[in-house]
């Protein structure tokens, strides 16, 4: 009896042991989930689906809002709150499996005043790691702010989250992510076109 209880211990102290060795994602993108998100709710489908059937790189997704949380299917997305944008960042610097190559993090709209000092200090923890950080502001009309500079070595601006994440993974600065060709000229309009039952 005394060995079957020794050889499970022994058992459980490798599975604490080696699920320590499991590798970080290479991307994390993390999707604002704040209030004025519900809108784009069925464009958080459409690239969550998508991210499955295409993206080679291996990466996972947070929902962030006042708090942050790890996405692994749509039902995981609860839309409510403000963009609290250093919950991310702290979500992956806390990753015990280490640090992604880089970072996407979708976003309309910006953090209140006492979260960005936050926000701007730990990207920067990030980007001193080497963590390459791109901001996919979905609107095309936003200009460039002094907050957008500091967090991030891109900035993209664009309508539609999937086509933001394509252009912020085209970028020079994610070259090393060496991401799928298939996934970054994917033609959008075809697969909402496969969507749409008819």
Same mark, same amino acid.
């Given at each position: 009896?005394?060995r079957?209880?020794? @050889?499970?211990?022994?058992v459980?102290?490798f599975?604490?042991?080696?699920?320590?060795l499991?590798?970080?994602p290479?991307?994390? #993108?993390? #999707?604002?989930?704040? /209030?004025?998100m519900?809108?784009?709710?069925?464009?958080? &489908?459409?690239?969550?689906? &998508?991210?499955?059937?295409?993206?080679? $790189?291996p990466?996972?997704?947070?929902a962030?809002?006042?708090?942050?949380?790890?996405l692994?299917?749509?039902?995981?997305i609860? #839309?409510?709150? /403000? @963009?609290a944008?250093?919950?991310?960042?702290?979500?992956? !610097? %806390?990753?015990?499996r /280490? &640090?992604?190559?880089?970072?996407?993090?979708? @976003?309309? /709209?910006?953090?209140?005043?006492?979260?960005?000092?936050?926000?701007?200090?730990?990207?920067?923890?990030?980007?001193?790691?080497? $963590? %390459?950080?791109?901001?996919?502001? !979905?609107?095309?009309?936003q200009?460039?702010?002094?907050?957008?500079? %500091?967090?991030?070595? $891109?900035?993209i601006?664009e309508?539609?989250?999937?086509e933001?994440?394509?252009?912020?993974?085209? @970028? %020079?600065?994610?070259?090393?992510?060496?991401?799928?060709?298939?996934? !970054?000229?994917?033609?959008?309009?075809?697969?909402?076109?496969?969507?749409?039952?008819?």
């Open positions: 009896m005394e079957v209880v020794l @050889t499970f211990m022994m459980c102290v599975l604490l042991n080696s699920s320590s499991a590798l970080p290479q991307l994390v #993108i993390g #999707i604002d989930v704040s /209030g004025s519900m809108k784009r709710y069925n464009q958080m &489908l459409d690239m969550i689906h &998508l991210l499955k059937e295409k993206l080679k $790189v990466y996972e997704m947070y962030f809002s006042d708090s942050c949380q790890r692994r299917t749509e039902k995981d609860i #839309i409510g709150g /403000g @963009t944008t250093s919950t991310f960042f702290n979500e992956v !610097l %806390k990753d015990k /280490g &640090l992604p190559k880089a970072i996407v993090m979708i @976003t309309d /709209g910006f953090p209140n005043a006492e979260d960005a000092p936050i926000a701007v200090k730990l990207a920067d923890k990030l980007r001193k790691k080497g $963590v %390459k950080i791109c901001v996919a502001f !979905l609107d095309k009309n200009q460039e702010t002094e907050f957008l500079r %500091k967090i991030a070595d $891109v900035r601006f309508d539609n989250m999937i933001a994440l394509q252009k912020c993974l085209s @970028t %020079k600065a994610m070259k090393t992510l060496k991401v799928n060709e298939d996934f !970054l000229n994917f033609d959008l309009n075809s697969y909402i076109k496969q969507q749409i039952p008819f």
